[in-house]
């Protein structure tokens, strides 16, 4: 193998008295410093002092990180002066014992990343950190609202340099002999991490503490460097307020450039703020290296206004956050993307491209290692069973297993006598005691479960031999607790296919397990039905003096089912066949030199994996003596462990790291502790990342205790290769422990690269042995072939021996790709006639045949093309701060697919006494970190509180249940950050807007493609009948009057659905009058003067418009204000009563005195309301005149509605535009005066206010009113209505139908047995000035299916400002067609019709027939040029009820004019058309009109004034919104805007605020995932807090203002990096 591309330092080097040590290699350790820190390591421990040692060797390692000037290197080593609660136990000193200190090599990893945390100290990462409502604050305390003194609470540099060197000498011989320093009350992972002052120091000298809670002071400097092109990042360092609510840190972090100048000095501004504090901002410049000027803002006080993005001045804290945000986002992101492209229809998402300059392998090709011969001792048993019946007979009374309790006292010794009669007992039960003697329940060769607690070994023992013995395969599996098994069910699918039909259990674990009331043990989630058997001996029958188990020798059945769970959750049963587990046990004992009654302390799960093979099987091979200890005593006394390996003067251990570290953790110094005992400690997950450093920092502690260095064994295992590797306890001879330090960068592009520049981002390996006797094993690459890597490259380790799993239960497919690989050679020729084995280990084959595990598969994560290991990043996080903040170091790191790519999430428990601030800080410092060190982002990083992630059984986290959990948002962190903007750099390029093609030349286009210039028109407004010779509604009404006197118009009903008033068309006529008189003779009102009318929806607002019109007067209907809500809704009143120029308000006699109560004159000032009459008691006389408008094209009324963007907007509609309307829904509807037409609308504007007041007078049909505010009341009342009047049209909004849907939604049965009849509703239309909500229409019309309603009923019109109704179904023609398009050919502005159910697709349905008199064509918005049919464009009317124009008193007239006098720039340039504003489609479909002709169908997308305009493309809100609401069942509601180009989603969470930060992550996925942008914010708030107006739209302006102003009180913020 070459050695150029590899170096490993190998040498028995752990402290053992001899620094040197006799097999210390340094030649081949290639740093630029060896030579000098051999210069160290060769000085005997008598002749340098600890101090001595620190100071060279932080001289030596201090050349590689910044300094600050002026300042001791040797300094940090001793322990500072806690300068704050949250930084005391950062940095704690250095274990002083006498020892020599190895922590140079093991601990490289977490001085690594807190040499790269200092790399970035100045340079904070601008996190707005996320605002929680209080309720959500863990904690109250006020200290966990104030900043640490310190610029970043964790470096305290400037701080008392003069007195750390007094305390120094004191304290250092105290040190932590016994390993008592605070690190180990904190439970660090590795005891090392404690770094040195020098790595620490960047260069600012100059510290500015601020003096007061309320600020916290950041400093920002920026690293510019020749390849960034001289461009320095932009850095804006601010000043936000701290309330005691929520405290913002801000970290502002940059990328590191590699050119960095550490002796600029300082340069220090200070601001004062209108706060008495100051703050420093320190920019360092690089000299020479960044020609651009350094952008400095200065600070924003609360109080200060500040420009945004959009150039509005907003003043307050949210706005300040988010454009620290943009700030923060500006930064370039690490893949330039390369130069826009013209899309023409796929958005292409970006590839990866891979970098020319990435390390590849280089070596030769590698061979296959052997292992040494398999020496068949003579006297080795012929299989396991007849080991165990030579020791049960031969030695009785030799103790096999020893079980503790969890006082750590022997509960019970098991013999060899024992476990055989009992194994013999539980075998002949088996065989002979279930079902009948002619068909037994179980035959040789079945399956069954092993149920066993951890803390019952014997009993597992004895019913596993059992097994054996009765030739009956074991599939040992975890005790099922229904609550919060994780993993449970997937076990279930494991047993159900292994056809198990009979558990094995012991009686305590019987008696545990949950019973329903009869006292049966109910069927498990996901298992089959099992037969429960206690095979204790106490219940077990004995087997007749005559019955012996048959002892074959060890053949190819299958022993025992060991399970496994892979990375997405599945459990597979992995077959090891009885040779093979023979042969395992005698390579074991061969490499581990196991002898007959050695002791063995074992601490692991002895179901499975390690623990199982050496204290169950192998141990009985060699008559060995097993002391058992249960996870439950590990719990209360980690070091129970040592104490047995003293007591029982134990030869073997095995252990996990975890073990080994928390007897550190726990270790004070215990005198009677010896372990010169030991001659191996095998280390079960040696293979793990983090396993070198809990080795290396227990043998440093424990080495004074008799601990031999050369004890510690590693060994690595899988499932399915059961032990690959494991180092042997050493013999004279044998090859040294090596150690490989790589660099991250090349791992993770799967190559080995010995790292000698970038100290930082390094692993370091140790070999977990060499191969077992009598295997073979290789390296394949991680492709699809198994082909053979190159010595410098990390793949897959796979093994060639019998002693391995030999299949996956039940899965052929699965298991040829895993037992049954024949690994090729670069010419493709197999390189063995054997099968290979792959371990799942991810590693190579070092020097002198050591192997080294670099990771597993199962945590490999692929992310644009380079692999990182879930371990090493789980390292990283717990090398940052180690222990202080994660509870009991509990990370969990997977990945998850969004966006066509791997994205990197890691879960952590916090400490429960943590603030928001150390997680925040925390959670930071973990982003730079891994930013560092692996060179990739992390795309979510949440928090959860301690003892809530879920576990497996032996305490671990459980990981695929966690992400499980996750996706589906049931997590419940308490603090999450989403780095989405720094880590999604695949998406397609933001599009450029096209020069646009001229108007003329796509109208050409269109005609030679054949296609139809996009237009269509209802049919003509027809014969002039008998009521339309009159001009003017009030002369209808006078006419209806004097010829149909007694004919009812409106009937009002009340919320019981009983008639609450109703008006003839004389009644009418006669209040009319009555009202006109009295605007004459109180008001004084001349004709042409506008009147507000502030009614309730009735008929008293009715007659008071018909008065108007009598007295020539222009009615403006306003909506009343909501007497619980005044403060919000009187000031609408009252802007539209200014605004429309009202002379006098009329209303009732209520509202006229709520409009002068107190609460009133609190929001608006009494004395502004022009004159204010009520009309409940009216003047007898009736006017002298009625007035006769001269000119039809005079003003009928105005029409006021505020917009869903907030715009407040009259229109004037004329008495020509007036009578039309009214004509073309009589003729739409064919309305005539038998009819009935239920109307359950707003009577204040658009469609809603004509049908109420003006088609029942101009068609003479009878309207039944509802009043949408009685539904909240009683909600069938509506549809009662519409069934018990036989009605055959009728008119509501979506927010009826959303109550209906919502509140009727349990009840249509009961609704059906009390006559509720729909089946005469012919047309059921949803008034609307938006896109149809086709999944309301949709739901309404199935869930009242049942009731009669025919589901082509429903059907929707759309009307606007400009024109009140465009469309509306009507009663002839065609039905309602949908269609569906590609959802982003539409940001596009291109129309492309796609198939129901295919990606992206968006279903649109047409808006309900053109109106008659109504023509339409679809034009482009900027050059107003005609559009081909199916072209989405803006749909522009030309119609005899268009209104005549906005009506405002601030003359933007000019602005709005072509609202509604546009012309075509191209075609048909003569017509006058309006402007809707709205963009749509035409399309010819394949249905005929009433008149023959082919049906036009129009498609309303969405109004221009709503879209968004992001990365070049126009996006919907409701598109996204209805992705959002779709993503977690507690999202009721949501509503999208933008500022400043970041998308803010808010979302209303119906549910505990635990769920609401489970929703942050799950939007952005959704958003990225389906329309490709990245959200920036996520605010989630309570029920009702996204404002509807009174057509149920939602008002995103409004709410985007409530934001900005901090007004919303959400319940979490989050603020998407």
């Known amino acids: ?916 601030e150390d997680s925040f800080q925390w959670m930071s410092r973990v982003l730079q970190a891994i930013d560092s060190i692996h060179q990739v982002g992390v795309y979510c990083l949440a928090l959860v509180p301690s003892n809530t992630l879920p576990k497996t059984p032996l305490g671990g986290i459980h990981l695929s249940e966690t992400k499980q959990l996750f996706l589906e948002g049931s997590l419940h962190p308490c603090n999450v950050l989403m780095c989405p903007h720094t880590c999604v750099t695949n998406l397609p390029k933001p599009r450029q807007k096209q020069p646009e093609i001229g108007p003329a030349s796509v109208m050409v286009g269109n005609l030679v493609s054949g296609k139809r210039i996009a237009q269509a028109s209802g049919r003509d407004l027809g014969q002039i009948e008998d009521n339309d010779q009159f001009l003017f509604l009030a002369e209808v009404l006078q006419w209806r009057a004097q010829t149909t006197p007694d004919h009812v118009l409106y009937t009002l009903l009340n919320s019981r659905g009983t008639i609450a008033s109703s008006l003839t068309c004389v009644q009418l006529h006669k209040r009319a009058e009555k009202i006109a008189a009295m605007l004459a003779e109180r008001g004084h009102l001349q004709d042409g003067d506008h009147v507000a009318l502030v009614y309730p929806p009735g008929i008293d607002l009715i007659a008071a418009f018909y008065g108007c019109l009598y007295a020539g007067c222009v009615p403006i209907t306003v909506r009343p204000p909501h007497p619980q809500n005044i403060a919000t809704t009187l000031p609408t009143v009252k802007m539209i009563v200014e605004v429309s120029r009202s002379v006098c308000v009329m209303t009732t006699q209520v509202i006229s005195k709520l409009l002068r109560s107190k609460e009133a004159s609190a929001a608006v000032d009494a004395r502004t309301w022009p004159p204010i009459m009520d009309t409940d008691d009216l003047p007898k006389k009736k006017p002298p005149l009625l007035y006769k408008p001269s000119n039809p094209d005079t003003l009928a009324y105005l029409d006021f509605s505020v917009s869903t963007t907030g715009m407040l907007a009259g229109v004037k509609m004329s008495h020509t535009a007036t009578s039309a309307f009214c004509r073309s829904i009589k003729l739409q509807c064919e309305l005539y005066p038998s009819r009935e037409v239920a109307i359950c609308l707003d009577p204040y504007c658009g469609l809603g206010f004509v049908l109420w007041c003006l088609c029942s007078v101009y068609s003479g049909h009878q309207s039944i009113l509802i009043p949408p505010s009685e539904l909240e009341v009683n909600p069938a009342l509506w549809l009662s209505a519409v069934s018990q009047y036989k009605v055959r049209d009728t008119f509501c909004s979506y927010s009826v139908m959303e109550l209906c849907t919502k509140g009727l939604g349990l009840q249509t049965d009961s609704l059906k047995s009390r006559g509720l009849d729909l089946s005469r509703v012919r047309t059921c239309v949803v008034v609307a000035e938006e896109r149809p909500r086709i999944a309301l229409t949709q739901s309404f019309s199935k869930l009242f299916k049942d009731l009669g309603l025919h589901p082509r009923a429903v059907s929707t019109s759309f009307g606007c400002r400009i024109n009140l109704a465009i469309c509306l179904q009507g009663t002839s023609g065609p039905d309602p067609t949908t269609v569906y398009v590609d959802m982003r050919a539409l940001r596009h502005d291109r129309v492309r019709l796609v198939e129901r159910g295919s990606p992206h697709s968006l279903p649109l349905m047409e808006s309900g027939k053109i109106l008659p008199g109504v023509r339409i064509i679809i034009a482009n918005p900027e050059t107003k040029g005609p559009m081909g049919e199916s072209h989405l464009g803006e749909i522009w009317v030309h119609s005899g009820h268009n209104a005549s124009g906005y009506f405002t008193v601030y003359g933007d007239e000019a602005l709005q004019s072509d609202h509604f006098n546009s012309r075509l720039s191209f075609g048909d340039t003569q017509t006058v058309w309006a402007r809707t504003g709205y963009l749509g489609f035409l399309r010819r479909t394949e249905l005929t009109d009433a008149s023959g002709e082919r049906h036009d169908a129009l498609y309303v997308v969405g109004a221009l004034e709503e879209a968004m305009e992001l990365r070049g493309m126009r996006y919907h809100p409701i598109d996204i919104e209805t992705s959002v609401i779709r993503t977690h069942k507690s999202i009721t509601e949501c509503a999208v805007f933008t500022w400043t180009n970041l998308l803010v989603v808010v979302v209303e969470l119906d549910g505990s605020e635990q769920e609401a930060l489970d929703l942050v992550p799950l939007v952005t996925n959704v958003v990225l995932e389906e329309h490709y942008l990245i959200v920036g914010v996520v605010v989630v708030v309570d029920i009702g807090v996204i404002p509807i107006n009174s057509r149920g739209e939602k008002q995103r302006m409004h709410l985007r203002d409530g934001f900005l102003a901090d007004q919303l009180d959400p319940i979490y913020v989050a603020y998407n990096m």
Request: proline share 6%; aromatic share 6%; glycine share 8%.
């Open 1 to 916: 193998m070459e050695m150029k591309s590899l170096a490993f330092r190998q040498g028995g080097g752990h402290s053992d008295g001899d620094v040197g040590g006799a097999g210390m290699d340094w030649k081949e350790l290639r740093w630029s410093t060896s030579c000098r820190l051999t210069d160290i390591q060769h000085v005997h421990e008598g002749d340098i002092t600890q101090k001595g040692y620190e100071k060279k060797r932080s001289k030596l390692i201090g050349a590689y990180f910044p300094q600050t000037p002026g300042m001791d290197p040797s300094m940090g080593q001793e322990r500072r002066t806690p300068v704050t609660p949250s930084s005391s136990s950062r940095y704690n000193r250095r274990r002083s014992s006498g020892s020599r200190n190895e922590r140079y090599r093991s601990d490289v990893h977490t001085e690594a990343v807190q040499a790269a945390l200092a790399k970035h100290k100045e340079r904070k990462m601008a996190v707005p950190m996320p605002s929680k409502r209080r309720s959500l604050v863990v904690q109250t305390s006020m200290d966990a609202y104030t900043p640490p003194d310190t610029s970043s609470g964790s470096e305290g540099e400037g701080q008392g340099d003069g007195d750390e060197e007094e305390g120094g000498d004191g304290e250092e011989e105290d040190g932590r002999g016994g390993g008592g320093t605070s690190s180990s009350q904190e439970g660090s992972i590795s005891m090392e991490h404690w770094i040195s002052r020098a790595i620490h120091g960047t260069s600012s000298t100059t510290n500015t503490t601020s003096s007061t809670a309320s600020s916290s002071s950041s400093s920002t400097r920026s690293g510019g460097s020749g390849a960034a092109g001289g461009r320095l990042a932009d850095v804006l360092a601010q000043h936000v307020h701290i309330s005691a609510q929520h405290h913002h840190r801000h970290h502002h972090h940059h990328r590191h450039h590699k050119t960095e100048n550490h002796s600029a000095p300082p340069d220090v501004t200070s601001y004062t703020n209108n706060t008495t504090t100051t703050d420093g901002i320190q920019v360092e410049r690089t000299p020479g290296a960044g020609t651009a000027p350094q952008r400095q803002t200065s600070k924003y006080g609360n109080a200060e206004l500040m420009e945004t993005g959009d150039g509005v001045p907003v003043s307050s804290r949210v706005s300040a956050k988010i454009q620290q945000l943009v700030n923060t986002l500006k930064r370039p992101k690490r893949p330039p993307l390369r130069e826009f492209f013209v899309d023409d229809f796929e958005e292409l998402l970006e590839v990866q491209q891979p970098d020319p300059n990435q390390p590849k392998a280089e070596g030769a090709q590698m061979v296959a290692m052997r292992g040494e011969q398999l020496g068949v001792v003579t006297n080795w048993p012929p299989s396991l069973e007849a080991a165990l019946q030579r020791w049960g007979t031969i030695s009785p009374k030799a103790p096999c297993l020893t079980t503790m309790d969890t006082n750590g006292k022997p509960l019970y010794v098991l013999t060899y006598g024992k476990l055989w009669s009992r194994s013999m007992k539980v075998a002949y039960n088996l065989l002979h005691k279930l079902g009948t003697k002619q068909e037994p329940l179980i035959r040789p060769g079945d399956r069954v479960a092993l149920v066993f607690p951890n803390n019952d070994p014997a009993a597992f023992m004895t019913a596993f031999y059992g097994c054996l013995l009765a030739e009956v395969v074991p599939v040992p599996i975890e005790v099922p607790l229904t609550r919060k098994d994780a993993g449970s069910q997937q076990i279930g699918f494991l047993l159900g296919s292994c056809g198990v039909t009979v558990a094995l259990t012991s009686d305590a674990c019987h008696k545990g397990l949950p019973k329903s009331p009869t006292g049966e043990i109910p069927q498990f989630k996901g298992w089959p039905k099992v037969l429960w058997f206690v095979a204790e001996s106490k219940h077990l029958s004995k087997p007749p003096r005559d019955w012996f188990p048959h002892i074959k020798d060890a053949n190819q059945d299958t022993a025992y089912i060991e399970y496994k769970t892979c990375k997405d959750g599945s459990v597979l049963g992995v077959t090891v066949m009885r040779i093979a587990m023979l042969t395992h046990c005698q390579a074991l004992t061969q490499s581990c030199s196991y002898t007959e009654a050695e002791t063995i302390v074992n601490v692991l799960d002895f179901k499975k994996d390690v623990g199982l093979w050496h204290a169950v099987l192998t141990s009985v091979m060699n008559m060995m003596h097993v002391i058992s200890i249960p996870y439950a005593l590990m719990k209360v006394n980690p070091l129970s462990w040592i104490q047995k390996v003293c007591q029982y003067k134990a030869k073997v251990a095995c252990v996990k790291s975890r073990d080994m570290h928390w007897a550190l953790v726990a270790h004070r110094d215990q005198r009677e502790v010896n372990l010169s005992s030991l001659r191996m400690l095998v280390v079960a997950d040696g293979a793990n990342p983090w396993s070198i450093s809990s080795c290396d920092a227990f043998l440093n502690v424990f080495q004074t205790k008799g601990l031999k260095p050369e004890v510690i064994c590693p060994c690595a295992s899988s499932p399915e290769a059961l032990t690959v590797a494991i180092r042997r306890p050493l013999e004279e001879d044998s090859t040294p422990p090596g150690r490989g330090v790589l660099s991250m960068q090349g791992l993770s592009h799967g190559v080995i690269r010995v790292d000698s520049e970038e100290k930082l981002s390094v692993l370091t390996l140790q070999d977990v042995g060499s191969v077992m006797p009598g295997a073979a094993m290789c390296v394949v690459k991680l492709e699809s072939v198994p082909q053979l890597c190159k010595t410098d490259e990390i793949g897959e380790l796979c093994v060639c021996t019998v002693a391995t799993g030999t299949s996956y239960y039940g899965l052929a497919g699965m298991t040829k790709n895993t037992f049954e690989v024949f690994p090729v050679s670069n010419n493709g020729t197999p390189i063995s006639e054997f099968p290979f084995t792959r371990t799942g280990l991810l590693g190579f084959i070092g020097p002198a045949g050591l192997i080294f595990v670099a990771g597993k598969m199962d945590g490999l994560m692929v992310v644009g093309g380079r692999r990182h290991n879930a371990d090493d990043i789980v390292a990283t996080a717990l090398a940052v701060e180690p222990m202080k903040f994660v509870y009991r170091g509990r990370i969990a790191v997977f990945s998850i697919t969004v966006l066509h790519d791997e994205r990197i999430v890691v879960v952590a428990e916090q400490r429960p006494d943590s603030t928001e």
